[in-house]
């Protein structure tokens, strides 16, 4: 295993409300993405990290803020979530270019 | 912007059966990764193909790369319910930092 952890892994919340999803690594890996994966849109990247406090959106950024204060940490926020941001979340690490290990994925449900 | 085509979207197959997976892409690659994604997991790494018309070999899965790196298939030889997954193809884009996915070929092997 990659040494790569989601926290939490499953969270109900309602609309509006603010979530702060944890990607957690032990492999010192410069790179660090989130992704979103929905049925008939595959895995969709959100943002990326390619550095402490470095980081750069992906297609689907709009709603979701990161932010990366330590080389292991790299967090996802939905500021206000809403019914479409409904989705598995899974971060990622690896070496640009190279193979990204995956985490186990957190499953969010906006109602 | 670098697409990848994978077909087909769903294959439903009886166990011993054999079978091919396609990802395309009108776009050249310097290499494709395939993952393979049990449900209620993050996808994890089969194989990276970098040479045109590598052929790599994983048990009973069959990697080739194209001769003008635009396309990869997978072929697996009489398939198992252990097979059963989500495979994912996956390309470098240009810039090198993050990976290009296809949307996947969901694959059912019954016995």
């Known amino acids: 295993d990659a040494g790569i952890t989601q926290s939490p892994r499953h969270k109900v919340t309602e609309t509006g409300t603010p979530v702060t999803l944890r990607c957690h690594q032990t492999e010192n890996h410069r790179y660090m993405y989130w992704y979103r994966q929905d049925p008939g849109h595959g895995l969709r990247l959100i943002h990326y990290?390619?550095?402490?406090?470095?980081?750069d959106k992906g297609e689907v950024s709009d709603g979701y803020s990161v932010s990366r204060s330590k080389t292991e940490d790299f967090l996802l926020t939905l500021e206000s979530a809403t019914s479409s941001q409904t989705s598995v979340y899974f971060c990622a690490i690896g070496r640009r270019g190279d193979t990204q290990y995956f985490g186990p994925g957190t499953r969010l449900t906006v109602l | 912007t670098q697409l990848l085509e994978q077909s087909p979207q769903f294959l439903s197959i009886q166990e011993g059966e054999n079978l091919t997976v396609y990802c395309n892409s009108s776009?050249?690659?310097?290499?494709l990764q395939w993952y393979r994604q049990e449900p209620g997991e993050g996808p994890v790494l089969l194989v990276t193909v970098v040479t045109g018309g590598e052929v790599k070999k994983l048990k009973r899965l069959t990697f080739q790369f194209g001769d003008a790196r635009k396309d990869s298939s997978l072929h697996i030889t009489a398939a198992q319910p252990g097979d059963t997954g989500l495979y994912l193809c996956?390309?470098?884009?240009?810039?090198?930092?993050?990976?290009?996915f296809g949307e996947g070929t969901q694959l059912t092997v019954n016995p």
């Open positions: 990290s390619y550095g402490v406090k470095d980081t």
């Open positions: 776009s050249v690659f310097s290499s």
């Open positions: 996956a390309g470098p884009e240009t810039s090198g930092s993050r990976l290009t």
